[in-house]
């Protein structure tokens, strides 16, 4: 036989040598799932010698760890598992404690659950590490390991979350796999190969320092984005990213969660990813309007509370709030990547919460600008009792309220926007693109076509409006009309349903049109604030009651030029 042997080693080209000691391999050797996979009739193969030339590779045909000390099998539940179902179980996984009489470890199997349960020693406990295999078999890793082949998914708990356990009188560490859990959440996102993973110590454990890492392997989230997502196993299922990182690497997901629940990957359908020179030309104009709105911004805010306060109309102080809102947008958008950067859950959703609601604080003050030029040609608000207090009641409040609804949802978190050559960028805002999408373009789809209708009425009555028949004063007065067009048009925020044509070969050109308009929206506001306030006391106790005709107010309130 050893004769046989050395004549196999002298052959030349590549071939397998079966060895029935580890020793000869060293200890060097790393589990390789295609190669095993390779020898049908491996058996209960430990390792294999691939021999190129005099080139020697040694792998390792077994898993890594130990196979826990007992198996249990319970009574298995109807399929799929349903939410509160998964939720009783975890809360019953002690009393299986009992059942495992010595031992410290044991595979528990119910149904098509699969899982594990190890005893938390009270002295000193370790972290625990383990390994689900595609076979459903759970094994024991080693502390830190770095060896996690041939596991599709690996759990690592560290000595922090146990002895936090112990002292508050948790006995075990549990992990279970629900491989098919009912969902009818109704949201656009799914639940990554529809698995979710359960982890009970028998104590409240949060707020660690050292994460609990949950590594998915062999992930292909090609079209999607993907999020680590938690449930507290309370009610129907309601995903949220607090307290968990989502990190991808190589073709695999380690969520990183400071506390214990169920756990799952969510994916989210998401668009074709923008070219890199797309994006960095949007920011660097996004980042410059943005700097020159807030500088306009900020100057036009400082003449009105220090010069032209006393002085000033309805109409002004409705512009005036825009101003704010606008500015808090700017101002939002500009450091939230900063913020995002930052890691840190709670201040991210601040900053998405801030920066939503300034967004639609600002919608709002748009359909605000439209109402008031609507009551003002109609000559209604001398009529209205404490008609500015409604109006910013309802400029402020209303997104508020959407706000809060969304804070009590936990909708708020971190987003990764993907770039073609292969880096991203964070962002924080709302991870689930059907309240993004339903909420944000329904919201301003509303308060367009209010705001459009209203526009539509107006330019209609400047453009019939007929001033005095003199020669000198025809070029003037087109000049007046298409300012004051141009006006109304960044006044009420048509310029935002530019983000309707993203879509197809106009999505491109829309990014353009719509980062260009509105990035420097603030600029071109005050200019038209500067011109419309330089107006006579005539006119401005006309503004004040409502009570100018038809064509003074289009033209002495809304005009953005100046005589």
């Known amino acids: 036989g050893l004769i046989l042997h050395l004549l196999d080693c002298l052959k030349t080209g590549e071939g397998n040598i079966r060895l029935s000691q580890d020793g000869l391999c060293g200890q060097n050797t790393t589990y390789d799932e295609t190669t095993c996979k390779e020898l049908t009739n491996a058996g209960d193969l430990s390792h294999v010698i691939k021999l190129d030339g005099r080139k020697k590779t040694c792998v390792c045909c077994k898993l890594p760890g130990s196979k826990p000390e007992v198996s249990l099998t319970l009574n298995a539940m109807d399929a799929p598992v349903k939410p509160q179902e998964a939720t009783n179980v975890m809360k019953k996984l002690g009393s299986v404690l009992t059942m495992m009489g010595n031992s410290s470890t044991a595979a528990v199997k119910i149904g098509n659950i699969t899982g594990v349960v190890a005893k938390l020693p009270q002295l000193n406990p370790p972290s625990l590490n383990f390994g689900f295999a595609g076979t459903g078999d759970v094994n024991i890793l080693e502390e830190q390991t770095t060896q996690v082949g041939g596991f599709f998914r690996t759990i690592q708990i560290p000595k922090e979350a146990t002895e936090m356990a112990v002292k508050k009188n948790g006995l075990y560490a549990g992990v279970l796999l629900f491989p098919n859990l009912s969902q009818k959440d109704g949201s656009s996102s799914s639940i990554f190969n529809n698995e979710i993973l359960g982890i009970e110590m028998g104590a409240e454990i949060s707020n660690l320092s050292d994460t609990i890492d949950i590594r998915y392997s062999s992930m292909n989230t090609s079209g999607f984005s993907a999020v680590c997502s938690s449930w507290n196993g309370k009610g129907s299922p309601n995903w949220t990213t607090d307290g968990c990182q989502t990190v991808e690497v190589n073709g695999s997901i380690t969520c990183q969660c400071t506390h214990l629940t169920f756990f799952a990957i969510l994916m989210s359908p998401t668009p074709t990813n923008i070219s890199a020179t797309v994006y960095k030309t949007l920011t660097k104009i996004t980042e410059a309007g943005c700097g020159v709105s807030m500088f306009f911004l900020g100057a036009g805010l400082f003449m009105h509370f220090l010069i032209r306060k006393t002085k000033s109309s309805n109409a002004t102080t409705i512009l005036i709030n825009l101003f704010i809102a606008l500015f808090a947008l700017n101002f939002c958008f500009l450091i939230n990547k900063t913020i995002a950067d930052l890691k840190n859950d709670s201040g991210c959703v601040a900053m998405a919460a801030f920066l939503h609601y300034s967004m639609l604080a600002t919608f709002t003050w748009f359909s605000m600008q439209a109402l008031h030029l609507y009551i003002s040609l109609r000559k209604l608000s001398a009529n209205t009792k404490h008609y500015i207090y409604k109006i910013c009641i309802t400029g402020w409040v209303t997104p508020a309220v959407v706000i809060i609804a969304l804070l009590a949802a936990k909708k708020y978190g971190n987003i990764v926007i993907q770039v073609d050559d292969g880096t991203s960028e964070n962002m924080c805002w709302i991870p689930d693109s059907s309240v993004h999408v339903g909420l944000n373009v329904g919201y301003y789809a509303i308060v367009f076509l209010f705001t459009f209708s209203i526009f539509s ?55 353009y049109i719509f980062t260009i308009l509105n990035s420097f929206q603030g600029f071109l506001l005050f200019i038209y604030y500067y011109h419309s306030t330089k107006i006579t006391p005539e006119a401005n106790s006309g503004s004040r009651t409502g009570s100018s005709s038809t064509p003074t107010v289009a033209e002495n309130i809304y005009t953005a030029s100046s005589k």
């Open 457 to 511: 009425i107006t330019v209609m009555q400047i453009l019939h409006f007929k001033s005095k028949p003199v020669q000198d004063q025809e070029i003037s007065a087109s000049k007046t009309k298409f300012l004051s067009i141009l006006g109304l048009f960044f006044l009420l925020g048509i310029s935002w349903a530019f983000a309707f044509f993203s879509y197809g070969p106009l999505l491109i050109p829309s990014f």
